[in-house]
């Protein structure tokens, strides 16, 4: 039985509300102005990328930053980048390295291992850096919450630069100065950069202080970064609705296009993606999870390293290792999120899924919290369960702020942190029952009595005949799409199934022929593999449009996001 998601389809505008978009395709004006512009010049700037910002000094902290950091190139002194394992964090620190050696800076990048350190700054591995002799630590992506580290760091005269763009927690830690534009005392209006946008920022204030001071040129400028800020912006789902965003997304794309960078090359090469057809999907669905399998299953030092290569055959052999990673990575994440199923349906009836276990490997605990959320719609928290403690990953639905509810049990839990719908933990194994049912009755409390079912938002309703090249060409103005600004969605009713036939590994997905009674469409619909024999005749679809070629030749196809019997 088909289990349709609520359709929220605005109000078509009027005349007179599209009147100044006439300059635009009628349909491409419509979804603009349900996307909340209003003039067309503001929405024109938008779809351009306009930056929004041209000062990094904007940024509470900067200023600071970039004294301390010339101080210490000027002495020579070491300087560590401290990031984190997933695809923003080694963007951000192979980003920060490039600009600190093109500065003449003695500089080495440090990110901890997933499994033997656990996220973000540890104890261990600062009193380790300083007695190496570093004196400077930046961290990249992480550090926000990180008050006891912090002071350990202190104490070993390690001075701390926090660059970071999680959610801030009661107390900042007592570094040199922290750049993160959620703190409060940041006005910035960037509140929303990923992890590696922030450490760009950092880049363009260095970058522009050597320019004014040293008034010699510089090895590398703004633009050679852009390519890594695109992936890291775009991997991190981060909201491209998003000026500061946008701007970066767009601008790092047409880098990606140019694929100057042995390693971006190499990896493009193994992911079968051609340059010039670089795209935030390209991006979200096989550049992404291709660095991030290497911190997931072993080293994130991995990915840095293809980032990093100078030499195409280096380049070559590490984005190979990458692929082979990425393969392991999603069969392991298919065998566990089978495994949490048969935890979760245990105890059915709970308003959040909670399943911790010694055989969930612990890089890919986020992906099984994902899925689960998503095939559920319920929260989601996974845990690989240690033997003295657990590391846990949590995803949410919007109608539950995951971290929010992580703080209220933050007496509990050794650390944590992340943001509304996605976090994480570590907690000493003593604590799991006590965690469990106190955050379960956080959700109930919040979600019991809810009829809890997704929301598909429906850009606008379309007849078949209205499907045509010129609209897929002018929808392609709204690129890069992704989180907070999805690419259009549109209905089409009452369309008779014409054929049906699961396909794929597992006949996990639906190939359909659909008519209106004039013209016959073929569709796509990923993992509905399972409804094959059961559609009803008539169907109204939720769908995008996708250009897909046969010979040679190019064909609209819809690609079908959900379906429901017509009526």
């Known amino acids: 039985m088909l289990k349709p998601k609520r359709w929220r389809l605005p109000p078509k505008?009027?005349?007179?509300?599209?009147?100044?978009?006439?300059?635009?395709?009628?349909?491409?004006?419509?979804?603009?102005?349900?996307?909340?512009?209003?003039?067309?010049?503001?929405?024109?700037?938008?779809?351009?990328?306009?930056?929004?910002?041209?000062?990094?000094?904007?940024?509470h902290g900067m200023a600071k930053a970039v004294a301390r950091i010339r101080h210490a190139i000027r002495k020579g002194e070491k300087i560590v980048v401290y990031g984190d394992f997933d695809a923003d964090g080694v963007t951000s620190t192979a980003l920060l390295v490039s600009v600190l050696r093109a500065l003449g800076a003695d500089v080495q990048p440090y990110i901890p291992h997933r499994v033997d350190e656990g996220y973000g700054l540890n104890d261990a591995a600062l009193i380790g850096l300083a007695r190496r002799g570093f004196k400077l630590c930046i961290t990249v992506d992480c550090g926000i919450r990180s008050v006891r580290e912090v002071q350990t760091a202190n104490a070993h005269r390690l001075d701390m630069i926090i660059t970071d763009h999680h959610s801030v927690g009661p107390e900042l830690p007592p570094a040199l100065t922290v750049i993160n534009p959620k703190?409060?005392?940041?006005?910035?209006?960037?509140?929303?950069?990923?992890?590696?946008?922030?450490?760009?920022?950092?880049?363009?204030?260095?970058?522009?202080?050597?320019?004014?001071?040293?008034?010699?040129?510089?090895?590398?400028?703004?633009?050679?970064?852009?390519?890594?800020?695109?992936?890291?912006?775009?991997?991190?789902?981060?909201?491209?609705?998003?000026?500061?965003?946008?701007?970066?997304?767009?601008?790092?794309?047409?880098a990606l296009h140019q694929a100057r960078r042995p390693g971006v090359r190499a990896l493009l090469k193994a992911a079968g993606i051609a340059p010039e057809a670089v795209d935030a999907t390209s991006i979200g669905f096989a550049i992404g999870p291709r660095l991030n399998a290497a911190g997931r299953l072993e080293s994130a030092m991995k990915a840095y390293q293809l980032l990093m290569a100078e030499?195409?055959?280096?380049?070559?052999?590490?984005?190979?290792?990458?692929?082979?990673?990425?393969?392991?990575?999603?069969?392991?994440?298919?065998?566990?999120?089978?495994?949490?199923?048969?935890?979760?349906?245990?105890?059915?009836?709970?308003?959040?899924?909670?399943?911790?276990?010694?055989?969930?490997?612990?890089g890919v605990v986020g992906l099984v919290?994902?899925?689960?959320?998503?095939?559920?719609?319920?929260?989601?928290?996974?845990?690989?369960?240690?033997?003295?403690?657990?590391?846990?990953?949590?995803?949410?639905?919007?109608?539950?702020?995951?971290?929010?509810?992580?703080?209220?049990?933050?007496?509990?839990?050794?650390?944590?942190?992340?943001?509304?719908?996605?976090?994480?933990?570590?907690?000493?194994?003593?604590?799991?029952?006590?965690?469990?049912?106190?955050?379960?009755?956080?959700?109930?409390?919040?979600?019991?009595?809810?009829?809890?079912?997704?929301?598909?938002?429906?850009?606008?309703?379309?007849?078949?005949?209205?499907?045509?090249?010129?609209?897929?060409?002018?929808?392609?103005?709204?690129?890069?799409?992704?989180?907070?600004?999805?690419?259009?969605?549109?209905?089409?009713?009452?369309?008779?199934v014409l054929s049906a036939r699961a396909v794929g590994t597992d006949a996990a997905h639906l190939q359909l022929r659909l008519s209106d009674g004039e013209r016959v469409v073929k569709a796509i619909a990923f993992n509905f593999g399972k409804y094959a024999e059961t559609l009803p005749p008539v169907l109204d679809i939720a769908f995008q449009i996708v250009l897909n070629e046969w010979n040679g030749e190019p064909a609209l196809e819809l690609n079908i996001k959900d379906l429901r019997p017509a009526g």
């Open 183 to 254: 703190q409060a005392a940041c006005q910035s209006g960037e509140s929303m950069l990923a992890g590696v946008g922030v450490t760009f920022r950092l880049a363009q204030a260095l970058l522009k202080i050597a320019r004014e001071a040293d008034k010699r040129p510089l090895p590398l400028q703004e633009s050679d970064l852009l390519d890594l800020v695109a992936i890291g912006t775009v991997a991190d789902l981060v909201p491209l609705n998003r000026p500061e965003n946008r701007a970066l997304a767009l601008r790092g794309i047409a």
């Open 369 to 496: 919290a994902s899925r689960l959320t998503e095939e559920y719609y319920r929260p989601s928290v996974i845990l690989h369960q240690g033997q003295a403690e657990s590391h846990g990953s949590c995803r949410s639905i919007p109608e539950f702020n995951i971290t929010e509810a992580l703080d209220a049990c933050a007496d509990l839990l050794v650390r944590h942190g992340g943001h509304a719908q996605a976090a994480g933990f570590t907690i000493y194994n003593e604590n799991l029952p006590a965690f469990r049912e106190r955050l379960t009755a956080i959700a109930a409390a919040q979600l019991g009595g809810r009829t809890l079912q997704p929301t598909l938002e429906i850009d606008a309703e379309l007849e078949l005949d209205q499907l045509s090249f010129d609209l897929y060409e002018s929808l392609q103005a709204l690129e890069p799409c992704g989180n907070s600004f999805p690419q259009p969605i549109f209905c089409a009713r009452n369309l008779r």
């Open 311 to 362: 030499d195409e055959a280096e380049a070559a052999e590490r984005a190979a290792e990458l692929n082979r990673l990425n393969a392991r990575r999603q069969e392991l994440t298919r065998a566990l999120q089978e495994h949490a199923r048969k935890i979760a349906a245990l105890d059915s009836d709970a308003p959040l899924i909670f399943a911790a276990d010694s055989a969930f490997a612990q």
């Open 13 to 59: 505008p009027s005349a007179h509300e599209l009147a100044p978009f006439a300059s635009l395709h009628p349909i491409l004006a419509q979804i603009l102005h349900q996307r909340g512009w209003r003039s067309p010049a503001e929405a024109e700037a938008f779809l351009r990328g306009d930056p929004v910002n041209g000062d990094p000094f904007k940024l």
